[in-house]
């Protein structure tokens, strides 16, 4: 089966100062990658490289077999951006109107169809905001506004969503309901990339952990993960581990 993303000896520089160096990686479907690794260790740049945001020095990367730099279906992506923070919120938009722009990437901007309507209607329920659909997105909290992000991706009927520390600022319950929700989510098929800073959020969640240090340090299965010593090497010393409860 195709990858739902590969990139090949991936290398980029902000002017003079390397993030991602030499970066070989693919992301089968259905996986739930957790990306990891220290605060400026490239994470967040590899995530944009991935999704054609930025353009590698050097390397070559490739999305559902396409070459990103032609990549041309976008409805296929959701991505929830750092710190819950999104265009729409300076926008005097609804959350409703917010999901459906999830659906222009099918119907355009000309009227949505009943099937556009129910997709939508979907979207919502799925993530448990219908009573929210009505409200302004700028008025939700952190934890809300991410799901009607992904509600957005899911209208979209995006299959990889792609998420850059999704519950920054967000309460420990919430933050708990929405990791649940991600991992439904990929139960039903959906291939999931998360940043998280949260070791125990990702070694509890996800099937395959990459670790950064602008290199890519480590990557595999999770349990091979937690067995090795990439654990220690990248958390130990720092002391960095949270432990999870459930
Ligand atoms: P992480 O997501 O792991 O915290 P980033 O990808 O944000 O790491 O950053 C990797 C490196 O690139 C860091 O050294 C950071 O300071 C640098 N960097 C990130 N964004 C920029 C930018 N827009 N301009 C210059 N340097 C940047």
Redo the contacts with the bound molecule.
């Keep these: 089966m195709t990858d739902v993303a590969h990139l090949e000896n991936v290398t980029f520089s902000?002017?003079e100062?390397p993030?991602v160096t030499d970066v070989t990686l693919s992301i089968g479907a259905g996986e739930f990658l957790g990306l990891i690794?220290p605060?400026?260790?490239?994470?967040?740049?590899?995530l944009h490289l991935l999704l054609g945001l930025l353009e590698p020095d050097s390397g070559r990367i490739e999305l559902f077999g396409q070459p990103v730099s032609s990549f041309d279906q976008g409805e296929r992506i959701g991505y929830v951006s750092q710190g819950a923070t999104d265009r729409a919120e300076t926008m005097p938009v609804t959350v409703r109107e917010v999901v459906r722009m999830g659906r222009f990437a099918h119907a355009g901007h000309s009227r949505l169809s009943e099937e556009d309507r129910t997709a939508v209607d979907a979207a919502l329920a799925t993530v448990d905001i219908v009573n929210l659909a009505e409200r302004r997105i700028g008025s939700l909290s952190g934890g809300q506004r991410q799901r009607a992000y992904i509600a957005r991706a899911l209208a979209s009927e995006a299959d990889l969503l792609a998420l850059d520390e999704p519950t920054v600022g967000v309460d420990a319950e919430s933050r708990d309901a929405f990791y649940k929700l991600l991992a439904s989510l990929n139960e039903r098929g959906i291939t999931i990339v998360l940043?998280e800073h949260d070791i125990g959020v990702v070694t509890d969640r996800a099937d395959h952990i990459a670790c950064?240090n602008t290199h890519l340090y480590h990557h595999g299965d999770t349990e091979s993960f937690v067995e090795s010593d990439a654990l220690a090497d990248a958390y130990g010393a720092s002391g960095r581990i949270v432990q999870h409860h459930h």
């Design positions: 902000y002017g100062q993030a690794g605060n400026g260790s490239g994470k967040t740049t590899l940043i950064l």
